[in-house]
């Protein structure tokens, strides 16, 4: 059974950087043909694909936010991190990692994230 798992701070200074750290158990992040994203729903709005990694190491970015994104991988800890920069309020959103080949099949349970001064 593949697990994820958010952690990172819940809240976060505007103009900061958020970095959010998604744990993978169950599964390895390297296992052919897996795409790893990262998805946000802000209050009151639908789910915003953000990017993803893939098994490959390569990324993928939304256009909307591909200026302020990266996505990265530890292998060795079956970790993968969004680091957002430039935040503002417009930002405060749960985040999800995910894990997807066709569809997503697998999420973590979703971390708050709060943008304020």
């Known amino acids: 059974q593949v697990q994820l798992q958010e952690s990172g701070p819940g809240l976060v200074k505007p103009s900061q950087t958020l970095s959010l750290t998604c744990t993978v158990s169950?599964?390895?992040?390297?296992?052919?043909?897996?795409?790893w994203s990262w998805i946000r729903q802000p209050p009151g709005k639908g789910l915003e694909w953000m990017g993803a990694i893939a098994y490959s190491g390569s990324t993928y970015y939304s256009p909307s936010l591909k200026s302020r994104t990266s996505i990265s991988r530890d292998t060795s800890k079956n970790q993968f991190t969004l680091q957002l920069s430039s935040v503002t309020p417009e930002d405060t959103a749960v985040y999800y990692c995910a894990r997807d080949r066709v569809g997503y099949d697998y999420w973590g349970q979703g971390t708050q994230v709060t943008v304020s001064s």
């Open positions: 169950g599964g390895s992040i390297t296992t052919n043909y897996y795409y």
